[in-house]
């Protein structure tokens, strides 16, 4: 597609209940990234995929937090059990290049903004 | 790992009037970028600056890098009300595969 796409754009889940956030990147970028952005704060990275393989997942908060990019192209963001705290916006970037290309222009998608009551 | 920082956290001006925001690095960066985020939208990308002491002009916006590679500035002149949301800068992490990004400066601007 044009641009990264994002689903659910908006996700309400009780407190406990397991939540999949999707993100369609623009076709051919190599680099997906995952950020976690609380209001009024800076996206915080969650992980990072160069094609299909998971490079650095060093961000993800606990282990309720599992992503995977199975093919290369959509990658699903899977909290569970979720808590209060989980309440934020994630976001999804793409880039054409591998990281260490030193060229990574993030391209965001739109969000997806959970709410955990 | 990285941590840039970032002030101010909020700037209010005038239509009209300057603007600053200044990004700073303990350790030296590779290349910095610029993302703005409108309210309610999401980043996107301004500027990527590798080299040091680079100038970088668009239109009314002008951005730094710092000759030791630590610290960028984004300066906007004469503000107009369409340059109103949060500007982050973000700079790649030294031990992991990630941009990390600053907690950014909000911007407002009255007509």
């Known amino acids: 597609g044009a641009g990264v796409s994002q689903s659910p754009r908006y996700k309400v889940a009780k407190r406990g209940q397991d939540v999949a956030l999707r993100c369609d990147p623009i076709?051919?970028?190599?680099?997906l990234f995952w950020y976690q952005q609380a209001l009024g704060q800076g996206p915080e990275f969650l992980t990072y995929?160069?094609?299909?393989?998971?490079?650095?997942k060093s961000g993800l908060p606990s282990d309720r937090f599992f992503a995977e990019r199975p093919e290369g192209s959509v990658s699903t963001l899977k909290i569970q059990r979720t808590q209060q705290e989980d309440s934020a916006v994630y976001l999804c970037?793409?880039?054409?290049?591998?990281?260490?290309?030193?060229?990574?222009?993030?391209?965001f998608g739109a969000g997806s903004r959970l709410t955990v009551l | 790992g990285q941590q840039v920082m970032q002030i101010p956290q909020y700037q209010h001006v005038q239509e009209g009037e300057d603007f600053t925001t200044y990004c700073n690095s303990s350790t030296t960066l590779s290349n910095i970028q610029w993302y703005k985020q409108r309210p309610g939208g999401h980043p996107v990308f301004l500027i990527q600056?590798?080299?040091?002491?680079e100038v970088k002009k668009q239109k009314r916006l002008t951005f730094q890098f710092g000759e030791a590679k630590k610290n960028s500035s984004l300066h906007i002149t004469a503000t107009q009300t369409t340059d109103v949301g949060t500007y982050f800068c973000a700079a790649p992490d030294n031990y992991g595969q990630n941009f990390v990004f600053g907690p950014g400066t909000r911007l407002s601007v009255l007509p």
């Open positions: 076709s051919g970028h190599v680099s």
């Open positions: 995929f160069q094609n299909e393989a998971q490079l650095d």
């Open positions: 970037a793409s880039s054409f290049s591998g990281f260490s290309s030193g060229a990574n222009v993030l391209t």
């Open positions: 600056l590798v080299k040091s002491g």
